[in-house]
């Protein structure tokens, strides 16, 4: 027997702007790439042209039977230097959202998704008293212009990652070379502190928490100014943190303390909590329990574990109470076999946490297309789509007609 999932429940995919577009030329992103030493194992370049390719992209969306699509607009194309707004950047922007609309999606609009332009990482980033206020300010040109005909607003993309990533203990070399590549772009830039959101220095994690949550609080006050019912939230980076049956739970607990709870209290003000899950992890009584050795693993090597985002999407709700949109969950494959198992089982244990209560708004899935991984580049595959690098021509995989039969029904 089919189980159904609620009406009106959201389908997506998503992306985000630095990742598919390409020549995000201006932003503090690209900056880091081409400095040296740099953390980036390649630069972003040309990423997926979606800045030329987007309609090419709503059409395959639509393809996919989806009804909402995810995106995030670039901070430094719109205010490519301070204080300077590009009116051509917002059409840009504002003809995404229209052709979104004639499409007859819903539009999930994230402000910040790490990147923010070149000027602003030079005066400090998130660690200058005056990022939240220009923040606001942008955000106050983008809502304007077609704050109208947005569905859903998200602040920022996941502002505990790098909380998170401290967590994990990424291994030292990582570390050093993203130090190293914030050393370098200070120099380059002739500055004292360059700073951008995703690679950052250990030491800068809790400051650079405080000006983003600072910059939430702004841009809230901005959008229920100019638009009172559009729906906001933040995108929170979960784990599904659990603990061995019997073991004390203090060690689980101490971590979702530190990565995650600001941001769930930050979320009381906010109409909805974003959530964004791709792993579990876990505790015993001594600390982390390694993973399975039989286990079925990812291209990052973490364990692929489809029960995962329910265990994340119950936990965010039983800490926040509000109502659950899932922003981001997937899987880095080359075996797109894994994905399309990895969907409906996922999914199915999604299902069970709504049937016993759960308010979820929409499912929406990373990644639309194979794009650019950040400091890992192109090799990362988490798309439902590939992209062939050298012609740009767009594949669905396998997975994305499993994904398209699931949002078509509207049930597993
Ligand atoms: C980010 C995405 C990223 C994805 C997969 C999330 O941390 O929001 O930008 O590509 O995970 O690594």
């Not at 950047?89 to 923010?116: C, M, P, Q």
């Not at 600001?262 to 109409?271: T, V």
């Not at 049937?355 to 798309?383: C, M, Q, R, T």
Request: hydrophobic residues 40%; contains cysteine; proline residues 5%.
């Amino acid at each position: 027997m089919s189980r159904s999932f609620p009406a009106e429940f959201l389908w997506g995919a998503a992306a985000a702007g630095h990742q598919i577009e390409g020549n995000n030329s201006n932003s503090d992103t690209w900056f880091a790439e081409h400095v040296t030493p740099t953390v980036f194992k390649e630069p972003s370049g040309l990423a997926c042209d979606s800045y030329n390719r987007w309609e090419e992209d709503l059409d395959l969306i639509k393809a996919m039977n989806l009804n909402t699509y995810r995106f995030s607009v670039e901070w430094a194309r719109i205010e490519p230097t301070e204080g300077t707004f590009s009116e051509a950047e917002l059409d840009h922007y504002e003809a995404i959202i229209d052709g979104a609309k004639a499409r007859g999606f819903k539009t999930v609009v994230t402000l910040n998704h790490f990147t923010s332009p070149h000027w602003f990482a030079a005066k400090a980033g998130w660690l200058n008293p005056a990022a939240p206020e220009l923040f606001a300010r942008f955000t106050r040109k983008v809502i304007e212009r077609f704050g109208d005909r947005i569905d859903y607003v998200i602040t920022f993309n996941e502002p505990d990652l790098m909380a998170m990533l401290k967590h994990h203990n990424l291994p030292a070399f990582v570390q050093q070379l993203s130090d190293a590549t914030v050393e370098a772009c200070s120099k380059a830039a002739g500055v004292e502190r360059y700073r951008l959101a995703n690679v950052m220095r250990l030491d800068d994690i809790e400051d650079y928490a405080v000006g983003m949550e600072r910059g939430h609080i702004a841009a809230r006050q901005v959008i229920r100014e100019l638009r009172p019912n559009l729906p906001l939230g933040i995108s929170v980076a979960v784990t599904d943190d659990q603990v061995v049956p019997g073991a004390d739970p203090a060690l689980r607990d101490a971590k979702r303390a530190e990565v995650y709870e600001r941001w769930l209290r930050l979320a009381a003000d906010d109409d909805f909590c974003a959530v964004q899950n791709y792993e579990r992890e876990v505790y015993d009584g001594a600390g982390k329990v390694e993973i399975p050795a039989d286990a079925n693993r990812n291209f990052l090597n973490a364990e692929i574990y489809p029960p995962s985002l329910a265990g994340a999407v119950r936990y965010v709700h039983e800490f926040t109470g509000k109502p659950i949109l899932i922003t981001e969950h997937g899987l880095s494959t080359n075996d797109d076999s894994d994905r399309a198992k990895f969907i409906p089982a996922a999914l199915s244990h999604l299902l069970d946490a709504i049937e016993d209560g759960v308010p979820v708004i929409g499912y929406i899935h990373w990644s639309f297309l194979d794009n650019f991984e950040w400091i890992f580049g192109y090799e990362p595959k988490f798309g439902l789509v590939s992209v062939d690098r050298s012609t740009m021509e767009r594949t669905r995989k396998p997975s994305s007609f499993v994904y398209q039969e699931i949002a078509t029904n509207n049930a597993l």
